[in-house]
């Protein structure tokens, strides 16, 4: 079973960065085997199904992709070494406020990257991240 634990939410005014990091506990080679993303939700709803895929990375680091929304404002990178997977996020608005989960799911096709949460297997418990003045 794979475990995924998040950090780095927080109060952050408008303007300003925040990094989230997921840590996941898998042995190196099945980490290099999962492909994950990053979704958000507004606070007190909780149907998975209905997280809003914001980004994503493949299983190889080759590729992601992002929504509209936050490209060229947010970047999803993972560190094998560590297993941690980050979200960093820059120029943050209040329209960014929600709470943000990481999500995994192994992947034969490494290149491959996935921002449905349909078919993600594995979800940490999310972090908070509010954006006001």
């Known amino acids: 079973q794979l475990a995924l634990v998040e950090s780095g939410g927080g109060l952050v005014q408008p303007g300003g960065s925040l990094r989230l990091s997921c840590q996941a506990s898998l042995d190196y080679d099945y980490f290099n085997y999962h492909a994950f993303g990053w979704y958000r939700q507004a606070p007190g709803e909780e149907r998975i199904l209905e997280r809003q895929?914001?980004?994503?990375?493949?299983?190889?680091?080759?590729?992601?992709n992002y929504i509209e929304a936050v490209r060229g404002r947010f970047t999803v990178s993972r560190d094998n070494a560590t297993r941690t997977v980050y979200l960093q996020m820059d120029s943050l608005e209040p329209g960014d406020t929600a709470v943000y989960y990481c999500a995994a799911r192994s992947s034969i096709l490494s290149t491959m990257c996935f921002m449905s949460p349909k078919g993600m297997n594995f979800w940490g418990q999310g972090t908070q991240v509010t954006v006001s003045s």
């Open positions: 895929g914001i980004g994503c990375i493949s299983a190889d680091g080759t590729n992601t």
